[in-house]
């Protein structure tokens, strides 16, 4: 991992996934890279979270696709019609499934992204650091 991820020092994401040790696995990848990381463990607690002052600190989402109470589609059309700030976040969907159509209809649902499951740590932060624009 080179100069491109110390970038990424400092930032804040948002995890949003309903199995706990998937989040415990992405934070402690992403704490190792110095990033400040949210949870969140359905769609719903991720909307409230945006709605939220801390919110405000979020640079990236990482959104899993299925989960019970509200899944991760749906809570990406809350973000991004809330406006301002939460609707330019970049969301990036987390899946089991990485076929060209998961990519797409993650795209149609206003995410800017999808990082395969189980999750590769130099494609997840680089992908993070490009859509933020680290």
């Known amino acids: ?13 948002l995890v949003v996934d309903d199995n706990e040790f998937n989040r415990e696995l992405v934070r402690e990848i992403l704490e190792d890279e110095a990033i400040i990381v949210y949870e969140s463990d359905d769609g719903k607690s991720a909307v409230d979270f945006m709605d939220k002052e801390q919110g405000a600190d979020v ?8 989960m019970p109470v ?8 809350l973000i991004r019609e809330k406006g301002g700030y939460a609707a330019k976040v970049p969301i990036i969907a987390m899946t089991a499934n990485a076929f060209e159509s998961d990519r797409k209809e993650a795209q149609n649902n206003g995410m800017n992204g999808l990082i395969a499951k189980p999750v590769d740590v130099e494609t ?3 992908q993070i650091a490009e859509l933020a624009g680290w």
């Open 1 to 13: 991992m080179g100069e491109e991820i110390r970038s990424c020092a400092g930032k804040c994401v």
């Open 124 to 126: 997840m932060v680089s």
């Open 70 to 77: 509200m899944d991760g589609f749906m809570a990406t059309k």
């Open 59 to 66: 640079d990236v989402i990482l959104m899993d696709v299925r």
